[in-house]
């Protein structure tokens, strides 16, 4: 599952840029094909960014301390439920599920505006899809990929922050 999030995190780049500029080109020539495959990109990149979510989260249940982010974050010995909130434990992570979050509001804004709306919408799934790629560039090419490998697999992971093993770490960052 782990690979497969990694791949579906590389996927999602290209479809986001795809779809960035079918909305927009899709706006300017009024072309509804365009626009409609845009929405969908749209779609297609909150799957994929969920894959990798998922597959972030199975590198935590599954201890692959060959993962920097995993062996930063977790160790054998912390709980299932630690391990699993520990996609946003750090940095990577955090903006891992920051950008999923995005993708699920416009895939919403997306799905309730399909009636509605629609001389807009050329243009925001163009300036969603903007704002999706940037991190996905970010992510992908700024030092933050969460599925950056080890040289070596350590024996055990450094483990959470004591401080941060509590319950309002758990639930802080889906309440924003």
């Known amino acids: 599952m782990t690979i497969l999030g990694e791949y579906a995190l590389w996927i999602a780049l290209p479809v986001s840029v795809w779809g960035m500029l079918l909305g927009y080109v899709g706006g300017r020539t009024q072309r509804g094909d365009y626009v409609l495959s845009a929405e969908r990109t749209i779609y297609a990149v909150f799957f994929l960014l969920v894959l990798a979510s998922l597959g972030v989260v199975s590198a935590f249940l599954g201890d692959k301390f060959e993962?920097?982010?995993?062996?930063?974050?977790?160790?054998?010995?912390?709980?299932?439920?630690?391990?699993?909130?520990g996609l946003w434990a750090g940095q990577r992570g955090s903006l891992?599920?920051?950008?999923?979050?995005?993708?699920?509001?416009?895939?919403?804004?997306?799905?309730?505006?399909?009636?509605?709306?629609?001389?807009?919408?050329?243009?925001?799934?163009?300036?969603l899809q903007t704002i999706l790629t940037f991190f996905l560039i970010v992510l992908l090419f700024a030092d933050v990929n969460p599925f950056e490998q080890?040289?070596?697999?350590?024996?055990?992971?450094?483990?959470?922050?004591?401080?941060?093993?509590?319950y309002w770490m758990t639930i802080h960052p889906p309440t924003l």
Do not use: D, H
Request: hydrophobic share 45%; net charge positive; aromatic share 20%.
């Open 67 to 85: 993962y920097w982010y995993v062996a930063s974050y977790s160790n054998r010995e912390m709980e299932i439920f630690y391990k699993i909130t």
């Open 150 to 166: 080890l040289a070596f697999t350590p024996a055990n992971g450094q483990g959470l922050n004591p401080q941060l093993q509590n």
């Open 96 to 127: 891992l599920f920051w950008a999923v979050i995005l993708a699920f509001f416009s895939t919403l804004c997306v799905f309730l505006n399909r009636k509605k709306n629609r001389e807009f919408m050329p243009y925001v799934a163009g300036v």
